[in-house]
């Protein structure tokens, strides 16, 4: 492949019969394109990056209209593949959590074919945002009394809004006294309390997580312990 000027006339005089297209044709492995691509929206949520629809254009400088494929890529990341039509192609991520949440470049490569040769499209920027959580505290009885806590087990999950699991800690709180901190394992945390744990009294627990680099904090609803002694 190369440019080459092809112009001239024939040795002996005359009008020259082939054009620059037919040049281009035999002094080349193929014609070149040009790859674009599209993407929807500006931003797309952890976990739902299968709603994505990316969509590359492959148009050949000269004439046709080129077939084959489309990779379309996150810098070394493979994210799909599709199969042009009319020189067209869409695909979505295989999987629903291949990018953590952040920037990221997104270009499509055309594999070419026997008549057309490769290119990659500019870079678009793809933001990855935190997906949203939800959670929600659970008491085994909601009373105990003073000596025998160890009856109760208070039980926190953490759910994501898409896919994934929530990790890290979370935080449990009576007014604005911080009464427990678990750790999260799958999504979920649990504790059975321990005699004489808590003094007597009447306790509104409130679960908190603070999120993590993938999703966002959430609180949840408001659970009544009684202590009594």
Same mark, same amino acid.
């Given at each position: ?31 070149? &394109? ?22 590359? &254009? ?10 084959? !494929?489309? &990779? *379309? !890529? =996150? ?16 695909? !979505?991520? =295989? ?27 500019? =870079? ?29 087990? *208070? ?13 890290? &800690?979370? *935080? *449990? ?57």
């Amino acid at each position: 492949a190369g440019t080459y000027n092809c112009s001239s006339a024939p040795s002996g005089g005359g009008h020259n019969p082939m054009s620059p297209y037919t040049y281009h044709a035999l002094l080349t492995r193929g014609d070149e &394109t040009s790859t674009g691509l599209k993407v929807p929206a500006p931003g797309v949520a952890y976990g739902n990056e299968k709603a994505l629809k990316l969509t590359a &254009t492959v148009r050949s400088l000269f004439s046709g209209t080129p077939a084959g !494929s489309v &990779t *379309i !890529s =996150a810098g070394k990341a493979r994210l799909c593949s599709a199969k042009l039509s009319g020189g067209k192609g869409t695909c !979505s991520p =295989a999987s629903s959590q291949v990018l953590a949440a952040g920037t990221y470049s997104l270009t499509a490569t055309y594999s070419g074919t026997s008549g057309y040769l490769t290119s990659r499209s500019d =870079a678009v920027s793809l933001k990855v945002t935190k997906a949203a959580s939800k959670t929600a505290l659970a008491l085994s009885a909601g009373k105990a009394t003073y000596g025998q806590e160890a009856k109760e087990t *208070i039980t926190v999950t953490v759910k994501p809004r898409y896919a994934g699991t929530p990790s890290g &800690t979370v *935080i *449990i709180k009576s007014g604005n006294s911080t009464l427990f901190r678990l750790t999260l394992k799958s999504g979920k945390a649990e504790l059975r309390l321990s005699a004489r744990q808590l003094k007597a009294g009447t306790y509104r627990l409130i679960a908190s997580y603070p999120g993590n680099a993938d999703y966002t904090s959430s609180g949840s609803a408001t659970e009544t312990l009684r202590v009594v002694g």
